[in-house]
């Protein structure tokens, strides 16, 4: 069964930036389509972004457009996301989901991680 980890989140002012990793254990990561979401408290988990297997195609929901960057290294299992020009409401709880693209587009994953916190102060 394939386990996500995700790291990197942190306590950043806003403006500044964070690098989320996700590393995905067995064989099967280049074989399926990675995304980032997120959930704020008390809201519901949202989609961020989707990379395809090979990276190939990529899609971001529009509130990140310009600032975050999905990227993956197939040789490490691992997806990034690069976050950049953060905001206070870019706090949320991120986490890193596994599927087909157009599962992870429509907002879910058959497979997830436990999360990282990032924290954005104003």
């Known amino acids: 069964q394939v386990q996500l980890v995700e790291s990197g989140g942190g306590l950043v002012q806003a403006g500044g930036s964070l690098r989320l990793s996700c590393a995905a254990s067995?064989?099967?990561?280049?074989?399926?389509?990675m995304g980032w979401f997120r959930q704020a408290p008390g809201k519901e988990r949202d989609f961020v972004a989707a990379?395809?297997?090979?990276?190939?195609?990529?899609y971001y929901v529009d509130s990140v457009k310009g600032r975050f960057t999905i990227s993956r290294d197939n040789a490490k299992n691992t997806v990034y996301l690069q976050m950049n020009s953060l905001k206070p409401e870019d706090t949320a709880v991120y986490y890193c989901?596994?599927?087909?693209?157009?599962?992870?587009?429509?907002?879910?994953?058959?497979?997830w991680g436990q999360g990282t916190q990032v924290t954005v102060s104003s």
């Open positions: 990379i395809s297997r090979n990276g190939g195609s990529i």
């Open positions: 067995g064989r099967t990561f280049g074989r399926n389509a």
């Open positions: 989901g596994q599927d087909q693209y157009s599962t992870l587009v429509a907002g879910t994953a058959r497979t």
